[in-house]
Nanobody, 124 residues
């Protein structure tokens, strides 16, 4: 069983930055990939970024590439999403998720565990 708790969301002006954090339980944190997804009102959940268990591989949705950075600290069981140059279109509930495979995926159904989400609102 893996429990995930996100934090760091809030209200920010366009062009600003936020750093989301996700605390994970479990002794084998380094063995599974982590992802960030988001869901805006009336829209489907979409992939944002993912990182492999070893942190050796990360990848991003085209919409956030160059603005967002995913990272993890396996010693602390934490994963982060640094979000810069935020736009109103980035407004959504952001979720972290755990994929018990080590590589990660952009497909939500491959993730076995999800956090409760944290709201990010970007004002224009």
């Amino acid at each position: 069983q893996v429990q995930l708790v996100e934090s760091g969301g809030g209200l920010v002006q366009a062009g600003g930055s936020l750093r989301l954090s996700c605390a994970a339980s479990g002794r084998t944190f380094r063995s599974y990939a982590m992802g960030w997804f988001r869901q805006a009102p009336g829209k489907e959940r979409e992939f944002v970024a993912a990182i492999s268990g070893s942190a050796g591989v990360s990848y991003y949705a085209d919409s956030v590439k160059g603005r967002f950075t995913i990272s993890r600290d396996n010693a602390k069981n934490m994963v982060y999403l640094q979000m810069n140059s935020l736009k109103p279109d980035d407004t959504a509930v952001y979720y972290c998720a755990a994929d018990l495979g080590a590589v990660g995926s952009s497909v939500p159904s491959t993730y076995e565990y999800w956090g409760q989400g944290t709201q990010v609102t970007v004002s224009s």
